[in-house]
């Protein structure tokens, strides 16, 4: 992915080194971990785990709270503020077609655990969205993770994970989260759950149509870099996962959708670049083709 010439945002908050306030509510240890990214991974709503402000991001290597920050993230930050950059010159054009004004969205890295508008919240829950400071958390570590555990490398496969967030922005912006949650508060389990797939895999889509118009406008794809991509939203699927940390896979459970579906949504967005390409709660009413 050609990512390094380009414009960095100066919407990047630097937590790293901070010490948040009060421990998550669920216990500790490995299964605590494989909860959290079963439950959340990827975007999902913050609120539904148990549970300082900042200027922009300064010396390299330096946390928020001037502490020293491992030095090998210092490319993933560099790389992260780009991406953010570019999602930032793709929506609004695409969001005042909708008459709406795109305010562009902080994202803020954080180390080990972090304090948002929506709680606290560990790093293993993976990155989120929180609607109510309307800003993206991420823990660099989350890339090794992407890596080694699964097996989703590359730099468009981190791309994607920023994207995904950027969509939740994306969907609050429109009203859709406002909605969503509304309605899953009326609903049962199953169907709150099913609800939430609709959300997340519009999400996906949204990241899909930022890497259509990245690439129409800005040609910063390579070669294997849609592959990554692809490869990025089948490994973090919920039967994937599920089959991963139980050997079992329970749908009605699912909360973000399984790999076929992320993978065919987001594809959808990459490959159509439009807003009403990545209808996921028509398409599932029956009012639009899947």
């Given at each position: 992915?050609?990512?390094?010439?380009?414009?960095?945002?100066?919407?990047?908050?630097?937590?790293?080194?901070?010490?948040?306030?009060?421990?998550?509510?669920?216990?500790?240890?490995?299964?605590?971990?494989?909860?959290?990214?079963?439950?959340?991974?990827?975007?999902?709503?913050?609120?539904?785990?148990?549970?300082?402000?900042?200027?922009?991001?300064?010396?390299?290597?330096?946390?928020?709270?001037?502490?020293?920050?491992?030095?090998?993230?210092?490319?993933?930050?560099?790389?992260?503020?780009?991406?953010?950059?570019?999602?930032?010159?793709?929506?609004?054009?695409?969001?005042?077609?909708?008459?709406?004004?795109?305010?562009?969205?902080?994202?803020?890295?954080?180390?080990?655990?972090?304090?948002?508008?929506?709680?606290?919240?560990?790093?293993?829950?993976?990155?989120?969205?929180?609607?109510?400071?309307?800003?993206?958390?991420?823990?660099?570590?989350?890339?090794?993770?992407?890596?080694?555990?699964?097996?989703?490398?590359?730099?468009?496969?981190?791309?994607?994970?920023?994207?995904?967030?950027v969509g939740h922005h994306v969907q609050n912006l429109l009203g859709i989260s406002d909605?969503?949650?509304?309605?899953?508060?009326?609903?049962?389990?199953?169907?709150?759950?099913?609800?939430?797939?609709?959300?997340?895999?519009?999400?996906?889509?949204?990241?899909?149509?930022?890497?259509?118009?990245?690439?129409?406008?800005?040609?910063?794809?390579?070669?294997?870099?849609?592959?990554?991509?692809?490869?990025?939203?089948?490994?973090?699927?919920?039967?994937?996962?599920?089959?991963?940390?139980?050997?079992?896979?329970?749908?009605?459970?699912?909360?973000?959708?399984?790999?076929?579906?992320r993978v065919r949504w987001f594809r959808r967005g990459l490959?159509?670049?439009?807003?009403?390409?990545?209808?996921?709660?028509?398409?599932?009413?029956?009012?639009?083709?899947?």
């Amino acid at each position: 992915m050609k990512w390094q010439g380009g414009r960095r945002s100066s919407n990047i908050e630097d937590r790293r080194g901070m010490r948040a306030g009060r421990p998550l509510a669920v216990g500790g240890g490995a299964g605590a971990l494989v909860l959290a990214l079963l439950f959340m991974l990827f975007g999902g709503d913050p609120e539904q785990l148990p549970s300082g402000s900042s200027g922009p991001s300064g010396q390299v290597g330096i946390g928020g709270s001037g502490a020293q920050v491992d030095p090998a993230q210092a490319e993933l930050e560099d790389f992260v503020s780009v991406i953010l950059a570019d999602t930032e010159d793709t929506w609004p054009d695409l969001l005042a077609s909708q008459g709406v004004r795109y305010a562009e969205p902080r994202l803020v890295l954080f180390s080990d655990a972090v304090e948002s508008s929506c709680g606290f919240q560990e790093s293993a829950v993976g990155p989120f969205y929180c609607p109510l400071d309307q800003r993206v958390y991420l823990d660099l570590t989350f890339f090794n993770e992407l890596d080694r555990r699964f097996d989703a490398p590359g730099d468009f496969a981190r791309a994607y994970v920023v994207a995904h967030e950027v969509g939740h922005h994306v969907q609050n912006l429109l009203g859709i989260s406002d909605k969503v949650h509304s309605m899953r508060g009326r609903m049962g389990q199953a169907d709150a759950n099913a609800l939430s797939v609709l959300q997340e895999l519009q999400a996906d889509c949204f990241a899909g149509i930022w890497a259509h118009h990245a690439q129409r406008q800005r040609q910063v794809l390579e070669a294997g870099d849609v592959e990554e991509g692809l490869n990025a939203a089948s490994a973090i699927g919920d039967d994937t996962l599920q089959r991963r940390a139980s050997g079992r896979v329970m749908p009605e459970s699912f909360t973000h959708g399984s790999s076929e579906q992320r993978v065919r949504w987001f594809r959808r967005g990459l490959e159509q670049g439009t807003l009403e390409a990545c209808d996921t709660f028509g398409a599932a009413s029956g009012k639009k083709g899947r």
